[in-house]
């Protein structure tokens, strides 16, 4: 496993982990698609909550929020749709979330 992605299954699992402590269910991981991936997805009472999870050692290059694009927000909102239709899930509410993980590697 590469660098990048070793650091990226951390940040899920740390979100992941964040997520059940708040009483969230965790539903899926890295669900794909030929329309791309869903980092997690999540459900506390009726909502659903599709992640995109971005994970940084420093902010060098900007926040990990910083790097979801409003292009990405529009392709996650496309799988939210995707993915809610093919496990015919009905919430109430249904929104996209970013979980921002920083690695403190001191």
């Known amino acids: 496993m590469h660098k990048k992605d070793a650091l990226g299954r951390y940040g899920e699992a740390v979100a992941a982990r964040y997520l059940e402590r708040h009483g969230w269910l965790i539903l899926g991981r890295n669900w794909r698609c030929n329309a791309g991936e869903i980092d997690l997805i999540a459900q506390r009472n009726d909502v ?27 392709r996650l909102r496309r799988l939210a749709a995707l993915w809610l239709s093919e496990h015919r899930r009905y919430a109430l509410e249904a929104r996209v979330d970013v979980i921002s993980v920083l690695v403190d590697e001191a």
């Open 48 to 74: 659903v909550a599709i992640c995109e999870v971005k994970t940084r050692r420093s902010t060098r290059f900007g926040t990990p929020l910083e790097a979801v694009t409003p292009l990405k927000v529009q």
